[in-house]
């Protein structure tokens, strides 16, 4: 059974820092895609981030670039988003999710398989 947690949210001030973990289990993650979206309050889901489980190839929506890291460490069967600088504006709740082709999309509907989100609240 794929399994995804997402975990490390909370409150930062604007300019501060976070560390989004996933934890990820049932499948090989050599053969998946990653992504992380984000929701805020009366809007669409948003791709943030993705990484390739096959090649670790990256992606950032333009609004965190620079400002964010998608890594993965495949022996803790981990996915992480560093979030650096962070502003208002990137207050949501924040998810992975993985999909079963070795590459990330910034689609959501590309996606199967969602972990429980984590709420990021940055305050200015």
């Known amino acids: 059974e794929v399994q995804l947690q997402a975990s490390g949210g909370g409150l930062v001030q604007a300019g501060g820092s976070l560390t989004l973990s996933c934890a990820v289990s049932?499948?090989?993650?050599?053969?998946?895609?990653i992504g992380w979206f984000r929701q805020a309050p009366g809007k669409e889901r948003e791709g943030v981030s993705g990484i390739s489980g096959r090649d670790g190839t990256t992606y950032y929506v333009d609004s965190v670039k620079g400002r964010f890291t998608t890594s993965n460490d495949n022996a803790k069967s981990m996915v992480y988003l560093q979030m650096n600088n962070l502003k208002p504006e990137d207050t949501a709740v924040y998810y992975c999710?993985?999909?079963?082709?070795?590459?990330?999309?910034?689609?959501?509907?590309?996606?199967?398989?969602w972990g429980q989100g984590t709420q990021v609240t940055v305050s200015s």
């Open positions: 049932g499948f090989d993650f050599e053969d998946y895609g």
């Open positions: 999710a993985a999909r079963s082709s070795p590459f990330s999309s910034p689609s959501p509907v590309a996606y199967s398989y």
